[in-house]
């Protein structure tokens, strides 16, 4: 009697704990994912390695429709990958950095860095930007010297065409803007309409540089050509 009862409730345990287990394959074979704007059975599909009629079967339905919000059930025994969220990261390409138009050593951009700083000094970063771009211009112009040095320290007349070669200011150091601004000018995204001149008009003496054609003002500076 007493062995009969044993194995009853033996078998009565085992029984139990089988069906226990199979509640809980059944919960791991099944995944919750909440629908987020964007979601398609196809996007789905792709993430969970499944197809497209698994995802319709499961739930019933038959249209190509899923709503925002909507809790589904996807199943794991044909799942591929693995989704961390409701709402996966997508790994985008890392964009290359630019490369720029015009190449130059380290040293003239030092010497061009800080022309921008002592013509542009207390100027906004988009007119050093402009103040470099003219010196680009003049380089590419058959009426000027062929390379950015000796654009900077060309002579005309009696003195030097930038001012700051001339009393000595250039030899200061460039601020960071300035090093940034030279480096947007180097990209050669603006021409500034082909500007080789630029001055500030409450201060300039020259005028010859008066009678050339205006092409933008920015901040205390005129730009002409």
Avoid at 97 to 107: L, R
Wanted: glycine share 4%; hydrophobic share 35%.
């Amino acid at each position: 009697m007493n062995n009969t009862y044993m194995k009853t409730l033996v078998l009565t345990c085992v029984a139990t704990f089988a069906f226990i287990g199979l509640q809980n394959n059944t919960v791991e074979a099944i995944t919750k994912y909440q629908v987020v704007k964007g979601d398609s059975h196809w996007k789905l599909g792709q993430q969970y390695g499944i197809t497209i009629d698994d995802i319709k079967q499961d739930h019933n339905r038959h249209d190509d429709w899923i709503y925002t919000g909507e809790m589904l059930q996807i199943p794991n025994k044909l799942k591929a990958v693995s989704i961390q969220s409701s709402n996966p990261k997508i790994e985008r390409p890392k964009k290359e950095p630019e490369k720029p138009a015009v190449s130059i050593s380290n040293k003239e951009k030092d010497l061009f860095a800080r022309l921008v700083e002592a013509e542009a000094k207390g100027e906004s970063y988009k007119g050093k930007v402009a103040v470099a771009t003219v010196v680009l211009n003049r380089v590419d112009s058959p009426k000027f010297p062929n390379n950015i040095t000796d654009v900077i320290n060309q002579v005309v007349g009696n003195s030097y065409a930038f001012s700051p070669v001339q009393n000595g200011e250039i030899n200061k150091p460039a601020s960071d803007e300035s090093k940034r601004a030279v480096d947007e000018a180097l990209m050669r995204k603006d021409h500034l309409n082909n500007s080789m001149y630029f001055y500030n008009p409450d201060i300039a003496t020259d005028d010859w540089i008066r009678t050339r054609n205006v092409v933008k003002k920015i901040g205390n500076h005129v730009f002409a050509k």
